[in-house]
């Protein structure tokens, strides 16, 4: 495609603000539509469990572009409305109103993955409205019951420790965040929760929902006065019929989805090339691609995947892909050892080849190897570079 009269992008987050925005960087003047199924217009997510839990920003400060700005950008938006279904060359909106366009971009995003029965008191956190209602919670509880210790599980503990609410989390595995950071640097994040005053439980199978908490498998309850379920999300995608939504949206290097002709995806939704990437970074970095795939330019140059969390005052970091790593080589600090977290610098092997750095408080040394894992530099590389920095 070279010129398309209209380029309809469905999901008013980071990914679909991205693309329009990218679409208007490569000079593109055609007809932009924005739909998105918040009342909002698009905000930043990160924060959400992080200082806007915490109380240190009020949800204004999320906001990424006003609906004013986005007109002078000559996007049309359709905020309030959600696609519902998906036609060729054409989407239709829950007001009744179809949309026409010949590229359609996909940046819906993902629902916060529910338990079987969850009562409705049960927080989750995805969206601006699900932060604000769990803040108005840590305001006046003593105690909350965290399931799930992956990431954003981990950060809300953290938001909640530090207004001085005991928080208890429950994870399934043996260590939380080990599905993205592997079982040894799972163990250091687990290590961070508890250091932190965090009740950490892993290991732990629920069976249900009791008053006030959940029903573990030895016959036990855990509760609280507030529970959040943080257990990941589902791809966004029951209004397009055909797809696996636990999958994503299938797509080739350059973000055309498989089977659907004239259709591109792009962030939380996406799998490019079999993998689906939940980072802030990744959407932006699709979103570029797909805008000059859309106008026909050639594509930028690829990334090295990134994605942060910030957690009980320390940055916890990745750069690359850590999963099909067989090895992990440390290379900064003790951490691994037992030794003090900060500073704790490791690295992803996969058959002898860094194809992955995670680091706990350690920005700049982080910085320092996306060269080495953009071209899978050798154990031996990997170490005679940790000895110069
Ligand atoms: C609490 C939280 C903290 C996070 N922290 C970090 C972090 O520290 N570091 C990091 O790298 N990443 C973080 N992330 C992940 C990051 O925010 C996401 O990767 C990013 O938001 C993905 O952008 P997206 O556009 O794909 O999806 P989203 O930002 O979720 O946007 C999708 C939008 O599409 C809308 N939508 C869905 N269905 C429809 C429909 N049918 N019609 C119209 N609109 C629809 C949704 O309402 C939503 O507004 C965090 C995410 C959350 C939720």
Request: proline share 5%.
């Amino acid at each position: 495609m070279t010129n398309p009269e209209h380029v309809l992008v469905v999901g008013a987050g980071l990914g679909g603000l991205r693309t329009v925005e990218q679409l208007r960087a490569t000079g593109y003047e055609g007809r932009i539509s924005l739909v998105g199924a918040e009342e909002h217009a698009p905000y930043d997510r990160p924060p959400l469990s992080k200082q806007v839990l915490t109380g240190d920003w009020e949800p204004e400060r999320t906001g990424l572009r006003t609906v004013e700005e986005l007109e002078n950008l000559g996007v049309r938006t359709h905020l309030g409305l959600r696609a519902v279904a998906l036609r060729p060359g054409e989407v239709e909106l829950s007001d009744g109103a179809t949309l026409y366009a010949d590229a359609i971009v996909v940046a819906t995003g993902l629902v916060a993955r529910r338990l079987p029965d969850q009562p409705a008191s049960v927080h989750t956190l995805r969206t601006l409205d699900d932060a604000l209602a769990l803040r108005a919670q840590l305001e006046k509880i003593g105690s909350l019951l965290v399931v799930g210790g992956g990431f954003i599980g981990a950060e809300v503990a953290s938001s909640a420790r530090s207004r001085g609410v005991e928080v208890t989390v429950l994870e399934a595995l043996p260590a939380p965040s080990s599905r993205a950071l592997g079982a040894d640097l799972g163990a250091v994040a687990g290590r961070l929760l508890t250091e932190g005053g965090v009740d950490l439980r892993t290991n732990v199978r629920i069976t249900g929902f009791v008053d006030g908490g959940v029903a573990l498998e030895d016959g036990s309850t855990v509760t609280a006065d507030a529970v959040v379920v943080g257990i990941g999300g589902v791809p966004d995608l029951d209004w397009i019929e055909g797809v696996d939504a636990s999958r994503g949206l299938l797509c080739g290097p350059s973000g055309r989805v498989e089977g659907l002709e004239g259709v591109w995806a792009v962030g939380d939704v996406a799998s490019w090339d079999g993998h689906r990437s939940e980072h802030w970074t990744s959407a932006g970095d699709q979103a570029a691609v797909v805008a000059r795939d859309i106008v026909g330019e050639e594509a930028p140059p690829a990334t090295v995947p990134y994605f942060w969390s910030d957690q009980f005052g320390l940055k916890i970091q990745l750069i690359g892909r850590p999963d099909g790593a067989d090895e992990v080589l440390p290379l900064h600090g003790t951490g691994l050892d037992g030794g003090p977290i900060k500073g704790t610098v490791a690295g992803y092997l996969a058959g002898g080849k860094l194809v992955a750095v995670a680091g706990f408080g350690a920005a700049r040394l982080i910085a320092r190897y996306r060269a080495l894992v953009a071209d899978g530099a050798d154990r031996a590389a990997a170490l005679e570079f940790a000895a110069t920095l």
